[in-house]
């Protein structure tokens, strides 16, 4: 939708704030109302070359930053927004791999989910050339490893003018008809949200008119024939 994203990339610049924490704030208030939250986790993946001796090293350094957000009902989207930033910019500061954090906090572990958080977001940002080599042709490939690593991870792809939306997920937990509906629901917030005006969190709906009359009569009707 090349509306929606000239109207997320106005706001951004309007408010003077990236695209990642727009979306970073837009994702926690899609989890918080789905499991009626405010205090949430949610890891985000940092490149891991905070020492300056690291910037040349040829290496996989990406590691998991454990980020918790705080979703209050009587904000707005904008300070949410802001508080998500301000979070990031606070942890990724003194970011430690993943494994470190694990050691130092110690969490019950289970195989069967992550420990910390079961959430994701990845935000990625493309050039608009494709890589170049001497003597070579190159290619894009779409890959997937055919597992889930989380068990939901939104992936944002922002390939500048267009933006694209990949939720992944563990199918033993969800089924593609609600992860359909919580993409629906994720871009409806983007839409009420991502706007010239100052908006409050309870004013942004996740449901169209339609959901809402199936919700309030559809569901409801209990009159016997």
């Known amino acids: 939708d090349s509306t929606l994203a000239g109207q997320i990339r106005a706001f951004g610049v309007t ?134 690593s989380f068990d939901l991870t939104l992936t944002v792809l922002d390939r500048p003018p267009n933006l694209r939306f990949t939720i992944e997920y563990n199918a033993a937990l969800f089924d593609s008809r609600t992860i359909g509906q919580m993409g629906e629901h994720f871009l409806r917030i983007l839409r009420e949200a991502a706007v010239p005006e100052t908006v409050n969190l309870g004013a942004i709906t996740m449901l169209s008119a339609e959901d809402r009359y199936t919700a309030l009569f559809g569901r409801n009707a209990t009159e016997a024939p």
């Open 15 to 148: 408010r003077r704030v990236t695209l990642f924490p727009v979306f970073l704030a837009a994702w926690a208030l899609l989890l918080s109302r789905y499991s009626n939250r405010g205090d949430l986790m949610v890891g985000v993946p940092v490149s891991g070359r905070n020492a300056p001796e690291l910037e040349k090293v040829i290496g996989y350094f990406v590691s998991m930053l454990p980020l918790r957000l705080d979703v209050q009902p009587g904000a707005t989207f904008e300070d949410l927004v802001r508080d998500c930033w301000a979070r990031f910019l606070k942890c990724s500061a003194s970011a430690l791999p993943f494994d470190a954090i694990l050691d130092a906090v110690r969490p019950e572990r289970n195989r069967s989910y992550s420990p910390l958080f079961q959430v994701a977001l990845n935000y990625l940002r493309e050039g608009g050339e494709d890589l170049r080599l001497e003597g070579t042709t190159t290619r894009k490939i779409p890959f997937h490893k055919g597992t889930s």
